[in-house]
């Protein structure tokens, strides 16, 4: 694994800089992933070689560049194990894509009275957008509770999903405590009671394979640059039963059937969804993104990686006196992101301090304030291992902190 690390982190020339003076070691990967320059490259390309827009006119870099664009979107489907492309939309990323099916699905189907379901451990991205709904509907937003190991209590999910629920909006892995929910039974639980379930993959794609019809998922989301793709790219998955069913989002060019002086008519799904020229270079670097992926890291070879970080470093962080770690302590039921506070250390002091030694890590309240409420802080530090990461990169973040625990403690020496 070891020689297969260091063929992946070839890939990424941000890797050999030095931050002050340091070898950059790079745990933000929550937040967002490196590119790997194959995909830079794969943009250049479309730049260099067929720059156009797509779904218009009929000259080449034209057709070009909606074939290429159109073969990415059968990748994702293959990717995440839709049924159709159809079921495929192109967004700008995964809080772009969560604010659509609350605007569209969640405007037509949610009334007065009904109940939508979050969990307490959502991203802003996957709560904002359904207590907007609620308060506009008069609906009841429902939020399941914790269990003592910090996971997510599925007794409680059994609890808060039932007839009355119309939605259930779950992260797949939450981006504070690294733990997988369990998104098959919740789905279950979901359709049993006549709800959909929405789910944020915002930090599972990318970490370990998704399959969207074995989860039983009726729309997925999730984002390209946490993926070691480009920023400004999201999809959307939706069955397209439902995304049939579904308003349109934006309007504009490119989503129409039809227009004349008085009405429109839609154009089918996916392009419904996908008003104005799209992300182009986005789509045709997440294509490459997918490749490097599947072909270069091996997916399932990630999280095997990440879980032998999380495994290696976790007890070694309990034993520094004074630490606390969130989420649960089992390393098998968690992806690379652990979140911690140090004694009475501010997280963003902390993080200034390892950032002095070129280690970055994220501080604050990691768009999720319910659930570090719930944990009973307002922010945390945060280091997120990713496939390039390796032991002595945990080496260094531990005697980094060790350091700063010191300097905190007793100043300069
Ligand atoms: N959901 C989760 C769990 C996240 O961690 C994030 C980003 O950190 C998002 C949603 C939002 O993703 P984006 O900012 O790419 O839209």
């Known amino acids: 694994m070891d020689k297969d690390i260091q063929r992946i982190r070839a890939e990424f020339p941000i890797l050999k800089k030095q931050v002050n003076n340091n070898l950059l070691v790079y745990l933000d990967n929550a937040a967002t992933t ?131 629920t119309k939605i259930v909006a779950v992260t797949h892995v939450s981006n504070v405590l690294g733990c997988i929910n369990p998104i098959k039974e919740l789905a279950q639980l979901a359709h049993k009671n006549g709800a959909v379930i929405v789910v944020d993959g915002a930090q599972a794609v990318g970490h370990f394979e998704v399959d969207v019809r074995n989860l039983e998922a009726d729309f997925y989301a999730f984002s390209g640059h946490k993926i070691f793709g480009p920023d400004g790219i999201g999809v959307l998955y939706g069955k397209e039963q439902l995304l049939n069913e579904m308003p349109p989002y934006r309007l504009g060019g490119e989503m129409i059937a039809n227009v004349t002086r008085t009405g429109a008519t839609w154009a089918p799904v996916p392009q419904k969804f996908e008003a104005g020229t799209p992300n182009i270079e986005g789509v045709i670097g997440l294509g490459a993104t997918i490749d490097f992926l599947k072909d270069f890291c091996h997916i399932d070879q990630i999280k095997e990686h990440e879980q032998e970080l999380v495994e290696y470093i976790l007890p070694k962080l309990q034993s520094i006196n004074g630490l606390t770690v969130y989420g649960p302590q089992d390393p098998t039921k968690r992806i690379g992101v652990i979140s911690f506070n140090l004694d009475r250390i501010h997280p963003h002091d902390l993080a200034t301090a390892l950032d002095l030694e070129g280690i970055e890590i994220r501080a604050g309240h990691h768009c999720a304030q319910p659930l570090l409420q719930t944990l009973g802080v307002e922010v945390a530090a945060r280091a997120s291992f990713s496939i390039y990461n390796t032991k002595s990169e945990a080496n260094k973040l531990l005697s980094g902190l060790v350091d700063a625990k010191e300097f905190f403690k007793n100043g300069f020496k």
């Open 34 to 164: 490196q590119m790997p320059q194959v995909v830079e490259e794969k943009i250049k390309s479309f730049d260099e070689n067929y720059r156009a827009n797509v779904h218009r006119g009929v000259h080449t870099l034209g057709l070009m560049a909606t074939e290429r664009y159109e073969n990415v979107r059968r990748q994702v489907k293959d990717f995440i194990g839709a049924k159709s492309s159809k079921e495929i939309i192109f967004t700008s990323g995964c809080t772009d894509s969560l604010n659509l099916i609350a605007a569209t699905y969640g405007e037509k189907n949610i009334k007065a009275g009904d109940d939508i379901v979050v969990s307490i451990m959502e991203h802003h991205s996957n709560l904002l957008p359904w207590q907007l709904l609620a308060h506009k509907k008069g609906a009841n937003l429902k939020y399941i509770e914790l269990n003592d190991h910090q996971e997510l209590d599925l007794k409680d999910a059994a609890q808060k999903i039932t007839s009355s």
